[in-house]
């Protein structure tokens, strides 16, 4: 008898297992169609044909990898930018990174890089808070007061950039940054899959703020 009961609960226990891993893989499917799916015809990829708008918002990264060399990410954001603001396309530059610690400061190496690629010291704002994503985006709108923008990073990570955009009403097309080479970072693209459905999450469950938004600095042009 006990033998049976313990087959049994055995049995059950295998059963929902199976059933709570097919509605998460299903959940995650289902967040990642919602968000590439709502936000593609708000994403250009060539300078000619994007919109003009007043700002500019770049995603930060770190300008270089872990073993030293150059964030082929980071140089595409950086060039992708340039090309826009020499192009007419923006007036002005928001970037937007972490600088949670001392020695590392996302912000500072992305103004650098602009600086020295010509665009002009007045024409680039720093936000030091932009811990995630999400605080990137809505700083952009609650404390820069910006929200007709155009922000720029690679594909991937611009359809969650805009979905919490609009979630947060602001009028923000997208400018996709070159892509490195096929599994230049495998598990940066793979980390995304499941990024896109925190943002869901975080937008539709448990309404995720801003780790910190401070005073407003409203960029005047």
Not at 8 to 29: A, G, H, P
Not at 35 to 63: C, F, M, N, W
Not at 84 to 98: A, C, E, Q, R
Not at 182 to 209: C, G, M, P, W
């Amino acid at each position: 008898m006990k033998k049976a009961l313990h087959k049994i609960k055995r049995i059950l226990l295998n059963k929902w297992t199976i059933i709570l891993s097919s509605v998460l893989i299903l959940f995650v499917v289902l967040s990642n169609v919602l968000i590439i799916q709502t936000t593609s015809d708000k994403i250009y990829e060539e300078v000619d044909q994007t919109p003009e708008k007043k700002i500019a918002l770049i995603l930060g990264t770190s300008r270089y990898t872990t073993w030293g060399g150059t964030n082929l990410y980071f140089k595409y954001r950086i060039r992708a930018a340039v090309d826009l603001y020499k192009n007419g396309k923006v007036k002005h530059i928001l970037v937007s990174g972490d600088n949670s610690v001392s020695n590392y400061n996302e912000p500072r190496e992305m103004r650098r890089a602009l600086i020295a690629a010509g665009i002009p010291e007045h024409a680039v704002t720093l936000d030091y808070a932009g811990f995630r994503t999400l605080d990137s985006v809505v700083r952009c709108k609650e404390v820069f007061g910006q929200e007709d923008v155009i922000i720029i990073s690679q594909r991937f990570h611009l359809e969650r950039a805009l979905f919490i955009a609009a979630d947060y009403d602001m009028d923000a097309i997208g400018f996709a940054a070159q892509d490195p080479p096929e599994n230049y970072s495998f598990k940066t693209q793979f980390r995304e899959y499941f990024a896109k459905t925190k943002a869901v999450i975080d937008l539709y469950v448990i309404h995720k703020e801003p780790k910190f938004l401070g005073k407003k600095e409203v960029i005047h042009f």
